[in-house]
């Protein structure tokens, strides 16, 4: 702390108790840790010259209490006047939870909360003109970002009434099952979901051939081997389970590939690495290495991060164009080569250019996904999200402000109406949806202005937290549908050793009874363990659902597993008749 100075909350706080979260015969419970606190808030940057604020929490008192980073992590709970707060990192987290004795002074000590989580986060203090600067749209008024009545009306109008309960809380895992599918002898990169009959597998020596099935995908033990393919050369399948990553001498470049993309009626893969400024379309049928192509631009190199399909159905066509992400552009590309399909590796064809644009303030993109209509939701690493049309040449229609995260991963619904960015330690709900008069409007055609929905986040209770060991989230997705008239029923998420999983249903008709950073929060899911570090968690195709809900794969580094819903387990009330959860203290 050095010789910062603390700011005791103004008003008359008393009767503050502060909480800790222990670990007992593997639940866990909140001790009284002390009857009585007094809330200071700290700037640990206040004595260096010319470092941006940077405010923690600390508490008045005679033990040693947790000193406390404000952030966006911490969780309010208006019911129960609770805010509940960790300290520590990945692997090694404590949580805590001050309790207030009446209404108001909790809505005192939120109100004081948010606006040094605003200074922490944009580097300025908190007023009208900060948050119009700072949050546009999601602004409104000294609390910030809260929802309002008519947001809320906006999330429920258009939901799918016949959408399946919500799963219950309690034991992670108690209504699914799974079992291994496919246990390769060397490390899977990626996992590759079709539409048709096959799904694949990317793995350090070859690509695994996967059958889709309505129980799941099964393993046919077909393997393409990336020691056996070569430029223009057909290969000899090999049928063993352990052809897949073998260790003898596999194609260098090859073996890096840590991504496929399916195109051509999902006849052929392009397989990339992110930074490698080059992909190898590779014929799945007569399985082979058409090209390798590479990424320029004007003759000049394009780095790029991340491909995807030109829309969420393309894979299924015959479209031959595909979107690339660099840090500052957004490109087609066509992979029709005029000069033959099959040329030399030692000089590989560069892709015709079928437009992009590129940005001179460098906003540094992260990560790209397309909807049914070939609009593009793009996510960067100041956390801003970018929605674009399906003209690439166009500047963004709507800039999303960030919440002080980077977004890892983003995911668009098949009819574009709903956007998910995964950051580490929340992920992010916005429909792109909302009305001028009777008019409805979309934010990838037009910008979203302040008659928009607010966006909600999806988070973890404290003790998911503890079972996940604080792992961060990754790559969520919503369900896997390219039909207008079907809709997303469920949202998937990997942390650490576990699946995430929300019921979108739940995601639309929630209350607020738990807010985060000012924002509607759920935190009601269900976790479905693993005894390895998951990967990958995704949906298959909506046409091999099960009993009309999504089947379910987890890759880990070595094994594929399905998982299903366990028809004989009794589930639980649905979350409008059990209630908001609570911290039991």
Known sequence: MGNAASQQIPGQFHDVVLYQAVIKDGSLEWNLFSDTVVPKFYDINEDIQDSPAEWHMEFEGSVEYPDVTVDSTTQFVPNERKCVFQTGGEGDVTFWALGFPDQDMFAQFSQIFHGYLFENTYQTQLNEDNIQKELGHLGGGASYAEETEESRQHWVEDMDIDVPEPPPSGTPGSHTKDHVVAEKASDLRAIVMGGGDRSYLVGEGGIGVMKNTLHGLEDPNLDISFDRLSLGRTPVSTRRRSSIGAKSTPSTNLSSCSKGMLMDHESKMNLFTPGSGSIYSTDLESEKILNEFSFKRNDVDVNVLDIT???KSSQLDGTTTFLSLADNSIDRWDTRVKEGLVQTMASPVTLDFEGGRSYASKPHFSCMATSGQGY???GSKDGKIRLYNDKVEQIAKTSIPGLGAPIDFIDVTYDGRWVLATTKSFLIVIK????????????FTSRLGQKAPKPRLLMLKPEDKVLTKNAPFEKAKFTWITDQNRKERYIVAS?????????????????PDVITNGFTTITRCTLIPKSEHILDTTFMHDAYSSHGDPSLVVLTKQRVYNVEEDDDSDREEEEERDGPRRLNF
């Open 495 to 511: 942390c650490g050793n576990y699946t995430v999983q929300w019921n979108f249903r739940s995601v639309k008709i929630a209350k």
């Open 432 to 443: 792109t949806i909302y009305k001028e008069g009777s008019k409805e409007l979309c934010g």
């Open 376 to 378: 593009r939701a793009v």
């Open 309 to 311: 399909s030109d829309s």
